[in-house]
């Protein structure tokens, strides 16, 4: 069975500092790798995903996660935040042939002026 | 484009009571799963449907099972409801080959006293 591990419960950060949030996986076989973000009281939205190719994938707000199969991480990184990036953010796995997600606890990202 | 809603936002139950939480997938989306955040916890996965038929269940009793109907929408049903039942309860949808992640609903809180 497969497993994510997220490091850090939180992450305390001043804005404009760079940001790294850490996971990592297990699995025995391929996985799809996805990060969402969840803000307060809302649901999950997806922040950005691999499923095969280039190994550093990008979202649309600044932020980038790179595949790396031999460490079988996927840590989320950002070179400057803002107060807005406040938010809880989970590391997904997706098996290969399989449609279900597996996600790590979360790591609460703080930013702070 | 609509987006994954559901129903209701927040829900209070006796212990012992029975609830139903409704979702509506987002348009061209014929498969639904369902996940129980816990407080201070990722996402688990309860169940999966696709068709009108359970596709996949989690590590979760029986008194928790679900809907399908033709239109893709989904109901979750919980019997016999447990202190431990109280979380935010996701549905996300997706097109059969869920290459593209899971688009998330903003969830049912469901708090039991």
């Known amino acids: 069975a497969q497993s994510v591990t997220q490091l850090d419960s939180q992450v305390p950060v001043f804005e404009e500092a760079p940001v790294e949030l850490r996971c990592n996986y297990s699995?025995?076989?391929?996985?799809?790798l996805f990060w969402y973000v969840q803000y307060p009281n809302q649901g999950l939205q997806l922040l950005l995903k691999?499923?095969?190719?280039?190994?550093l994938v990008k979202s649309i707000n600044g932020f980038e996660a790179e595949f790396n199969k031999s460490q079988t991480s996927f840590h989320l990184r950002k070179p400057s935040v803002h107060i807005s990036d406040t938010a809880e953010y989970f590391c997904?796995?997706?098996?290969?042939?399989?449609?279900?997600?597996?996600f790590g606890k979360g790591t609460m990202l703080l930013v702070s002026p | 484009e609509t987006g994954v809603t559901q129903s209701p936002t927040h829900l209070i139950k006796t212990r012992g009571q029975q609830v139903t939480l409704r979702c509506s997938s987002q348009?061209?989306?014929?498969?639904v799963s369902w996940y129980q955040q816990a407080l201070g916890q990722g996402p688990q996965f309860i169940f999966q449907?696709?068709?009108?038929?359970?596709?996949g269940r989690g590590n979760f009793p029986p008194r928790f099972s679900g809907l399908q109907f033709p239109n893709y929408s989904s109901e979750l049903n919980v019997n016999a409801l447990e202190l431990d039942d109280s979380a935010l309860y996701l549905c996300?949808?997706?097109?059969?080959?869920?290459?593209?992640?899971?688009?998330f609903g903003s969830g049912t809180r469901l708090t039991v006293v």
């Open positions: 449907y696709y068709r009108e038929e359970e596709n």
């Open positions: 699995s025995s076989v391929s996985v799809y």
């Open positions: 348009s061209g989306h014929n498969t």
């Open positions: 691999y499923l095969s190719g280039s190994t």
């Open positions: 997904a796995v997706r098996v290969s042939g399989y449609s279900t997600l597996t």
């Open positions: 996300a949808s997706s097109p059969r080959t869920a290459d593209y992640g899971y688009t």
